[in-house]
């Protein structure tokens, strides 16, 4: 015995069912224009086709990095004469990896270090002699260190960072307060 069929009726679509159909078919019409809509590796000004990809080629040449103007991203190890370094007070010794000035109130320096121990030491005493309370401490999964130091006259974001070849970077954001 076969179970009884049902009326044809039932089994015509809804018009909800049909406006979601041609709304998915829409959305699908769409990505399917832009997407033949983009440039090809090579047709945008300056990027390497697709052949010179394919044959290492076309990575640095015209690259955005030519078009830095002079001094733009090197660093710097000269003190500037704003820094305030009767405040923050790099140890005698002390690698200078980069240093500069953000703004009339505010000012960056790295420090490089040969090693974690070294870069321990170099961290504590720079603590010491600015002076500043550290807190915020943590530790990051690759072995970096952050921390907030302040002192009656500066805010400082402080972070530790251990290097693949051994050497330890310590980079202080460095922001006077008040006035």
């Not at 990896?97 to 040969?114: H, K, M, N, T």
């Amino acid at each position: 015995m076969t179970a009884p069929l049902a009326p044809r009726s039932a089994h015509r679509p809804t018009r909800a069912h049909v406006r979601g159909v041609l709304a998915a078919a829409g959305v699908l019409l769409c990505a399917a224009t832009l997407v033949s809509c983009a440039p090809e590796p090579g047709d945008i000004a300056g990027t390497p086709s697709k052949e010179e990809l394919a044959e290492g080629k076309g990575g640095s040449e015209g690259s955005w990095s030519e078009t830095n103007p002079d001094g733009v991203g090197e660093k710097q190890t000269e003190i500037p004469a704003s820094f305030p370094a009767d405040r923050f007070v790099i140890p005698e010794g002390a690698v200078i990896d980069d240093i500069g000035e953000r703004s009339a109130q505010g000012w960056f320096v790295v420090l490089r270090s040969e090693s974690g121990d070294d870069g321990a030491l170099l961290w504590t005493q720079v603590i010491t002699a600015g002076g500043f309370e550290a807190t915020d401490v943590t530790a990051g999964e690759s072995g970096e260190t952050f921390a907030t130091l302040t002192s009656a006259t500066l805010a400082v974001d402080a972070l530790m960072i251990p290097q693949g070849d051994g050497t330890v970077l310590l980079s202080y954001e460095i922001a006077a307060l008040g006035s």
